[in-house]
T-cell receptor, first 110, second 113 residues
Framework: AQRVTQPEKLLSVFKGAPVELKCNYS??????LFWYVQYSRQRLQLLLR??SRESIKGFTADLNKGETSFHLKKPFAQEEDSAMYYC????????????FGKGTMLLVSP | KAGVTQTPRYLIKTRGQQVTLSCSPI?????VSWYQQTPGQGLQFLFE???????NKGNFPGRFSGRQFSNSRSEMNVSTLELGDSALYLC????????????FGPGTRLTVT
């Protein structure tokens, strides 16, 4: 069975500090990995996916198959990054079935 | 383009009752998925529908069911409600199952007393 683990419930940093939100997964095949974000009073939305290898709002995430990790990083946190971040996995047979981690709340203080 | 809409937004039911939640996907989206979100279990996949057919179902009891109509709108039903069914129910739509981005609705907050 697939599983996504986000070890930190809360990550608190100061503006300008680097951020790393951890995500580890277990899946027997080659999954698709995603990061979703939910800002206060907004809907859950896709932030980035591992295949695109792009930087969104300064965030990047690298899939490490050896360590089965997909950590989200940003070199300099901004106050507007404060939100709930969810790591999610989809089996390569269909993207609509997402297994989510329990989320990490990122708080960026001025 | 209007986003995913869910009705009702809030619902209070009593144990033993049944409930039906509705989801209207973004225009042109044909795939709809449902998720249950609780503080203890987080976001858990319920079902996925495409072209009026259930493609996948999560690990939930048979009291949870759903369907999709020809216009891609979807409903989910929970029968014989239990206190543990209190949760935020999220619907997400995508163009098709292989489309990687899912667009989430605001959710329906169900409280079972």
């Amino acid at each position: 069975a697939q599983r996504v683990t986000q070890p930190e419930k809360l990550l608190s940093v100061f503006k300008g500090a680097p951020v790393e939100l951890k995500c580890n997964y277990s899946y027997s095949g080659s999954p698709e990995l995603f990061w979703y974000v939910q800002y206060s009073r907004q809907r859950l939305q896709l932030l980035l996916r591992h295949i695109s290898r792009e930087s969104i709002k300064g965030f990047t995430a690298d899939l490490n198959k050896g360590e089965t990790s997909f950590h989200l990083k940003k070199p300099f946190a901004q106050e507007e990054d404060s939100a709930m971040y969810y790591c999610a996995l989809s089996p390569n047979s269909g993207y609509s079935t997402l297994t989510f981690g329990k989320g990490t709340m990122l708080l960026v203080s001025p | 383009k209007a986003g995913v809409t869910q009705t009702p937004r809030y619902l209070i039911k009593t144990r033993g009752q049944q409930v039906t939640l509705s989801c209207s996907p973004i225009s042109g989206h044909r795939s709809v998925s449902w998720y249950q979100q609780t503080p203890g279990q987080g976001l858990q996949f319920l079902f996925e529908y495409f072209s009026e057919t259930q493609r996948n179902k999560g690990n939930f009891p048979g009291r949870f069911s759903g369907r999709q109509f020809s216009n891609s709108r979807s409903e989910m039903n929970v029968s014989t409600l239990e206190l543990g069914d209190s949760a935020l129910y999220l619907c997400a739509s995508s163009l098709a199952p292989e489309a990687y981005e899912q667009y989430f609705g605001p959710g329906t907050r169900l409280t079972v007393t």
